[in-house]
Nanobody, 124 residues
Framework: QVQLVESGGGLVQAGGSLRLSCAAS????????MGWFRQAPGKEREFVAG????????NYADAVKGRFTVSRDNAKNTVYLQMNSLKPDDTAVYYC?????????????????WGQGTQVTVSS
């Protein structure tokens, strides 16, 4: 069983940056595909970014392409989401997730483990 804990959320002005971290414990995530999702109030949880177990495949939602960067450090058992040029529409709870297939799935139902989420609020 993998435990995922997100951190790094907060309040930031539009145009600012935040770096989210997702630290895994209880077992290594080096063979897992990792994803970042977000859920705004009243909306469904949506895919933001994903990275394969090797880091060789990375995918982004169109809404964040060119602004967000996902990366992983398997030695630290941690995945990151660097968010630049933030917009008020990016306001949401951000979740990291792991899938045992090692892939970068867009569908949240294909992920096996989830963190508790971290709030990101972007003011205009």
């Amino acid at each position: 069983q993998v435990q995922l804990v997100e951190s790094g959320g907060g309040l930031v002005q539009a145009g600012g940056s935040l770096r989210l971290s997702c630290a895994a414990s209880r077992r290594t995530i080096s063979s897992y595909g990792m994803g970042w999702f977000r859920q705004a109030p009243g909306k469904e949880r949506e895919f933001v970014a994903g990275i394969s177990w090797t880091g060789g495949t990375i995918n982004y939602a169109d809404a964040v392409k060119g602004r967000f960067t996902v990366s992983r450090d398997n030695a630290k058992n941690t995945v990151y989401l660097q968010m630049n040029s933030l917009k008020p529409d990016d306001t949401a709870v951000y979740y990291c997730a792991a899938n045992i297939a090692g892939a970068t799935y867009y569908e949240r139902g294909l992920y096996n483990y989830w963190g508790q989420g971290t709030q990101v609020t972007v003011s205009s």
